[in-house]
C-alpha cells in the first residue's frame, strides 16, 4: 500500500521535512496527525515559551502572532498540496502562498497550547490550489482563513 492513500498517519518530523523545505525557525509544523491526499491533512504545531516571537510579542503577556498561526496552515495546506501530487519539493518545484481570504481570529494562542491545524483542498485548477483552514486548540477554534497557493516551477517566482 502506497503511504500516500492512507488516511491516517504517523508523519514525524522526517516526514515533514520530505514535504516542507522550511526549516527551524521557520518550521511550524510539528506532526502529521491525519492525511487524506487530495481531501484534507490534520497537523500539529507544539507551541513553547521558547518561540523566537515570543520575546517581543506582548512579552508579558505572550500570544502567537496571527500570521505565524496563517504560516502554519499554509504549511499544512503545502504538505497536503504534495502528497496530493506525490512529489517533493525541490529547486524546480515548489509552492507559494498567493492569497489569504476571510481569515479571523477567534482565541489567543500562547505558550504551552497545541495547534491542531486543519486544511481540507477546496479545489486545485492547473497551478493554483485553494484550501480551508482551521487552527484549533483543544476544542476552540483559534483561527479561521481560505488559502490559495500556486505552484512554481524550475524556481520562478509566481
Known amino acids: 500500500m502506497n503511504d500516500n492513500t492512507i488516511s491516517t498517519v ?3 518530523i522526517k516526514e515533514i ?3 516542507l523545505p522550511h526549516r527551524y525557525p521557520f518550521l511550524m509544523v510539528d506532526r502529521l496527525i491525519e492525511c487524506e491526499p487530495g481531501k484534507s491533512l490534520v ?6 515559551i521558547n518561540e523566537p516571537f515570543f520575546q517581543g510579542h506582548f512579552p508579558k503577556q505572550p500570544v502567537m502572532p496571527g500570521v505565524l498561526i496563517l504560516e502554519a496552515l499554509a504549511q499544512a495546506a503545502g504538505i497536503l498540496a504534495f502528497k496530493t501530487a506525490d512529489a517533493t519539493p525541490s529547486e524546480d518545484l515548489v509552492y507559494y502562498m498567493v492569497g489569504i481570504d476571510n ?3 477567534r482565541e489567543p494562542v500562547g505558550p504551552g497550547d497545541q495547534l ?3 486544511v481540507t483542498l477546496n479545489r486545485s485548477i492547473k497551478t493554483i490550489w485553494k484550501f480551508g483552514g482551521e487552527a484549533r486548540v483543544g476544542s476552540k477554534v483559534a483561527a479561521t482563513a481560505d488559502l490559495m497557493v500556486a ?3 524550475e524556481g520562478a517566482k509566481p
Open 10 to 12: 504517523e508523519g514525524d
Open 17 to 19: 521535512f520530505k514535504y
Open 43 to 48: 497537523a500539529v504545531k507544539n507551541v513553547t
Open 103 to 105: 481569515a479571523r481570529f
Open 116 to 118: 491542531s491545524l486543519h
Open 151 to 153: 505552484v512554481a516551477f
